[in-house]
């Protein structure tokens, strides 16, 4: 028994620790935005491809490595994606010319899902369900540390203007852990669940109603998410805070918040079903962006914990019910909820970025704001489903006969 512990715990370190190292790579450029646009002369909208176009990257390439895990052993998946990512990084730190920044970054979002989206595959397909929701809690608890780490690596631990340091090593760590992880990682299966029968094909999955509400309510939530942090160096640099770049970093501390939503949501999820809770996050999103409306740290501060919670909440609680819904194809299936994720957050970035130039920070609360229905909407879509099979279990007991 003790031996199984020591196992699962070595597993939860692997997964912590890739997972985190991939998601730093995303943000890394977030809170040094203002730094790169003076740097390289470009504009707002410009100097957010940094961000966008890793997440472009990964919408491209994630259906590609969800196939690929659902065939292949992902250790050389996972250590082709991490050599890949690192040499993405390094060319970064090296560029002095914005446009090959922008393709090396692009070039890192295409193998990021080399390693995440193949592990997650991977862990769904091989654990047992309680060891998976205990090890999938850590994997939504990385993705928020990998998020922090990058960006304090950008703007905090490195100091801003020597931001291509925070790349390189952002490119050792990826390939630190990529190698644990290779060497680590089970290649016996934990449990082999396999089975054509019910290996499902990405249309299939997508034709599913439960799941497509799910997917969508994925990208809803980050495309929610996504602008609100994009933007808050710009809006905490201006006036009435005047806030330094090493300041504005700190205030990103508030995404460690998600490290405790995740377990907790699973809870909640449990006790009270996955369309209240839903729901619950939508709530407590909207109000928080109307905090951010305020001119007054402590309100924006509010606001942005209020966010953390409310967005790791949905999200936590989406993947949780998708994964529940299924019995095959797992890679596929978690591969179209990235896809879906990030094609949301693209999406958020892109489109308030355009408001922001135009209207300025308010008008991307607003923008951010329309999109609440999404998961309002799929929150109440579950509710009524979690009724309808209280219903038919209670009318499944057996008839007596006289």
Same mark, same amino acid.
């Given at each position: 028994m003790?031996?199984k512990?020591?196992?699962?715990?070595?597993?939860?370190?692997v997964?912590?620790?890739?997972?985190? *190292? $991939?998601?730093?790579?995303?943000?890394?450029?977030?809170?040094?935005?203002?730094?790169?646009?003076?740097?390289?002369?470009?504009?707002?909208?410009?100097?957010?491809?940094?961000?966008?176009?890793? @997440? &472009?990257?990964?919408?491209?390439?994630?259906?590609?490595?969800?196939?690929?895990?659902?065939?292949?052993?992902?250790?050389?998946?996972?250590l082709?994606?991490?050599? +890949?990512?690192?040499?993405?990084?390094?060319? *970064? *730190?090296?560029?002095?010319?914005?446009?090959?920044?922008?393709?090396?970054?692009l070039?890192?979002?295409?193998?990021l899902?080399?390693?995440?989206?193949?592990?997650?595959?991977?862990?769904?397909r091989?654990?047992?369900? !309680?060891?998976?929701?205990?090890v999938?809690?850590s994997?939504?608890?990385a993705?928020?540390? /990998?998020? &922090?780490?990058?960006?304090?690596?950008g /703007?905090?631990? %490195?100091?801003?203007?020597?931001?291509?340091?925070?790349?390189? $090593?952002?490119?050792?760590?990826?390939l630190?852990?990529?190698?644990?992880?290779?060497?680590?990682?089970?290649?016996?299966?934990?449990? !082999?669940?396999?089975?054509?029968?019910?290996n499902?094909?990405?249309f299939?999955?997508?034709?599913?109603?439960?799941?497509?509400?799910?997917? +969508? +309510?994925?990208?809803?939530?980050?495309?929610?998410?996504s602008?609100?942090? =994009?933007?808050l160096?710009?809006?905490?640099a201006?006036?009435?805070? %005047?806030?330094?770049?090493?300041? @504005?970093?700190?205030?990103?501390?508030v995404?460690?918040?998600?490290i405790?939503?995740?377990?907790?949501?699973?809870?909640? =999820?449990?006790?009270?079903?996955?369309g209240?809770?839903?729901?619950?996050?939508?709530?407590?999103?909207?109000?928080?962006?109307?905090?951010?409306?305020?001119?007054?740290?402590? *309100?924006?501060?509010?606001?942005l914990?209020?966010?953390c919670?409310?967005?790791f909440?949905? %999200?936590?609680?989406?993947?949780? &019910?998708?994964?529940?819904?299924?019995?095959?194809?797992?890679? !596929?299936?978690?591969?179209?909820?990235?896809?879906?994720?990030?094609?949301?957050?693209?999406?958020?970035?892109t489109?308030?970025?355009?408001?922001?130039?135009?209207?300025?920070w308010?008008?991307?609360?607003?923008?951010?704001?329309?999109?609440l229905?999404?998961?309002?909407?799929?929150?109440?879509?579950?509710k009524r489903?979690?009724s309808?099979?209280?219903?038919?279990? !209670?009318q499944?007991?057996?008839?007596?006969?006289?």
């Amino acid at each position: 028994m003790k031996k199984k512990e020591r196992g699962l715990l070595q597993l939860q370190l692997v997964v912590f620790a890739l997972v985190s *190292a $991939s998601f730093t790579n995303i943000y890394i450029t977030q809170p040094i935005l203002p730094v790169l646009q003076d740097e390289f002369g470009v504009t707002p909208v410009q100097v957010s491809l940094t961000v966008s176009f890793v @997440i &472009l990257g990964i919408v491209l390439s994630n259906l590609f490595f969800g196939f690929l895990s659902d065939r292949f052993p992902v250790h050389p998946i996972i250590l082709t994606g991490g050599v +890949c990512v690192a040499i993405g990084g390094l060319v *970064a *730190a090296a560029t002095h010319d914005f446009k090959i920044l922008v393709m090396a970054r692009l070039f890192q979002g295409i193998f990021l899902p080399a390693l995440t989206t193949s592990l997650a595959a991977w862990l769904a397909r091989t654990l047992p369900g !309680k060891r998976l929701s205990i090890v999938m809690g850590s994997y939504v608890s990385a993705t928020v540390m /990998g998020g &922090l780490g990058g960006r304090l690596l950008g /703007g905090w631990i %490195h100091p801003p203007l020597h931001w291509r340091y925070a790349f390189i $090593s952002a490119s050792v760590l990826i390939l630190i852990t990529t190698i644990i992880t290779v060497l680590t990682l089970p290649r016996t299966p934990i449990k !082999k669940v396999i089975n054509l029968e019910k290996n499902e094909g990405f249309f299939s999955l997508i034709k599913r109603r439960d799941l497509l509400m799910l997917y +969508c +309510c994925g990208a809803g939530g980050l495309l929610m998410f996504s602008p609100v942090f =994009n933007f808050l160096p710009y809006r905490l640099a201006g006036a009435p805070f %005047h806030f330094s770049t090493e300041l @504005i970093t700190f205030i990103y501390f508030v995404y460690v918040m998600g490290i405790f939503i995740g377990p907790i949501a699973g809870r909640i =999820n449990n006790k009270f079903g996955g369309g209240n809770a839903l729901i619950a996050g939508t709530s407590l999103l909207g109000v928080s962006f109307g905090l951010l409306l305020i001119p007054s740290v402590t *309100a924006i501060i509010l606001g942005l914990l209020g966010i953390c919670t409310g967005f790791f909440t949905i %999200h936590s609680v989406a993947v949780g &019910l998708l994964n529940q819904k299924l019995s095959g194809s797992h890679g !596929k299936a978690n591969a179209l909820y990235v896809l879906f994720y990030y094609i949301g957050g693209w999406l958020g970035i892109t489109g308030a970025g355009f408001v922001f130039q135009y209207i300025g920070w308010n008008g991307v609360i607003f923008f951010v704001m329309l999109f609440l229905v999404i998961p309002l909407i799929t929150g109440l879509f579950e509710k009524r489903n979690q009724s309808t099979n209280k219903q038919k279990i !209670k009318q499944n007991v057996p008839e007596t006969r006289d």
